[in-house]
């Protein structure tokens, strides 16, 4: 009787927060685990637009539906402001993410060598902000996204490769377009460095023990 009786009635409001929250921040994890380089190439490009249009995309909006039926009673500290800051937060990393993988592309098309040299000086942040969200998709306290050294960072790496590089024929058969390409690709991941760090403000200021306490 219990398991059927679970089966017909529709899920609360606050779990389904929970789970499609834990859903989303693991499909932002799992793309940009495909940006790593022994995930090159078309088959990798296929399974990061995969996970974007089926995992991620469709859950800021599908919140804001559920976000209007919570029971705000259930945690006083929180308030309908907070959830929208959140959803907002959400939004933002959406189009982050697409604006990223809009930017490889054309990175990558314009010169893959470059671009393969910058994805290596981005390897260590890039695996950092997949922690992150790993650690958000299992509500866990992470040490904060310091933004500002997060950004610092990737000036100071960008500035050691390009002067690694600077003698390199490379840089002779490479034009204006190409350059602008990576520089593109490089503005979409400090866009999305920043999209995370608010979107973690907005995580520390509720009240999650609340939300998800068991109740019948």
Same mark, same amino acid.
């Given at each position: 009787?219990?398991?059927?009786?679970?089966?017909?009635?529709?899920?609360?409001?606050?779990?389904?927060?929970?789970?499609?929250?834990?859903?989303?921040?693991?499909?932002?994890?799992?793309?940009?685990?495909?940006?790593?380089?022994?995930?090159?190439?078309?088959?990798?490009?296929?399974?990061?637009?995969?996970?974007?249009?089926?995992?991620?995309?469709?859950?800021?909006?599908?919140?804001?539906?559920?976000?209007?039926?919570?029971?705000?009673?259930?945690?006083? #500290?929180?308030?309908?402001?907070?959830?929208?800051?959140?959803?907002?937060?959400?939004?933002?990393?959406?189009?982050?993410?697409?604006?990223?993988?809009?930017?490889?592309? #054309?990175?990558?098309?314009?010169?893959?060598?470059?671009?393969?040299?910058?994805?290596?000086?981005?390897?260590? =942040?890039?695996? #950092?902000?997949?922690?992150?969200?790993?650690?958000?998709?299992?509500?866990?306290?992470?040490?904060?996204?310091?933004?500002?050294?997060?950004?610092?960072?990737?000036?100071?790496?960008?500035?050691?490769?390009?002067?690694?590089?600077?003698?390199?024929?490379?840089?002779?058969?490479?034009?204006?377009?190409?350059?602008?390409?990576?520089?593109?690709?490089?503005?979409?991941? #400090?866009? =999305?460095?920043?999209?995370?760090?608010?979107?973690?403000?907005?995580?520390?200021?509720?009240?999650?023990?609340?939300?998800?306490?068991?109740?019948?």
């Amino acid at each position: 009787i219990a398991v059927f009786q679970m089966l017909v009635t529709p899920p609360r409001p606050e779990q389904t927060l929970l789970r499609s929250l834990r859903r989303f921040f693991r499909g932002c994890a799992r793309i940009l685990d495909g940006y790593a380089p022994h995930r090159s190439g078309a088959r990798a490009r296929r399974l990061r637009k995969r996970h974007y249009a089926s995992v991620v995309l469709p859950v800021p909006q599908h919140l804001r539906a559920v976000v209007k039926r919570l029971d705000f009673k259930m945690s006083p #500290r929180d308030d309908a402001e907070k959830m929208d800051h959140l959803l907002n937060g959400l939004q933002s990393i959406c189009y982050r993410l697409q604006a990223l993988e809009l930017a490889h592309g #054309r990175a990558d098309r314009a010169s893959a060598d470059l671009t393969g040299s910058i994805g290596a000086l981005l390897g260590q =942040l890039r695996v #950092r902000m997949e922690g992150v969200f790993d650690q958000w998709a299992r509500f866990e306290r992470c040490q904060t996204l310091n933004e500002r050294a997060a950004l610092q960072e990737l000036s100071k790496s960008l500035e050691q490769e390009l002067g690694t590089v600077a003698g390199d024929e490379r840089l002779d058969q490479l034009d204006d377009q190409a350059l602008t390409s990576v520089y593109a690709l490089l503005g979409c991941a #400090r866009g =999305l460095i920043r999209a995370m760090a608010e979107t973690q403000g907005a995580l520390d200021r509720i009240n999650w023990d609340r939300w998800a306490e068991a109740r019948f």
